[in-house]
């Protein structure tokens, strides 16, 4: 069955960066459409970032636009996060996510697969 599995968070100070990546198998030809959500603790989860199959489009929730990256190797079957300038709101279980839509999905709803979550956190 189809597995994703997160991996590269951790502790960082607000200012700092990580990179999250995720490794796709079991039936990764079928993934079109990634995405990244994030939840934080007593909260719902929130979309984060999100790429076509291609890699050439890419959409951005406001609170992260200008500061993360999404990409992807389709070669390589992973898909990664890059985040920048981190702040201390950005602390959150970060999840990769994959839908069977070919177009931009900002909606967890429509994401049908999804990895286990890895935890970032960014202090003050």
């Known amino acids: 069955q189809v597995q994703l599995v997160e991996s590269g968070g951790g502790l960082v100070q607000a200012g700092g960066s990580l990179r999250l990546s995720c490794a796709a198998s079991?039936?990764?030809?079928?993934?079109?459409?990634m995405g990244w959500f994030r939840q934080a603790p007593g909260k719902e989860r929130e979309f984060t970032a999100t790429?076509?199959?291609?890699?050439?489009?890419?959409y951005y929730a406001d609170s992260v636009k200008g500061r993360f990256t999404i990409s992807r190797d389709n070669a390589k079957n992973t898909v990664s996060l890059q985040m920048n300038s981190l702040r201390p709101e950005d602390t959150a279980v970060y999840y990769c996510?994959?839908?069977?839509?070919?177009?931009?999905?900002?909606?967890?709803?429509?994401?049908?697969?999804w990895g286990q979550g890895i935890q970032v956190t960014v202090s003050s």
């Open positions: 790429i076509t199959r291609s890699g050439v489009r890419t």
């Open positions: 996510a994959a839908a069977s839509s070919v177009t931009i999905e900002a909606s967890a709803s429509n994401y049908n697969f």
């Open positions: 079991g039936r990764s030809f079928s993934f079109n459409t």
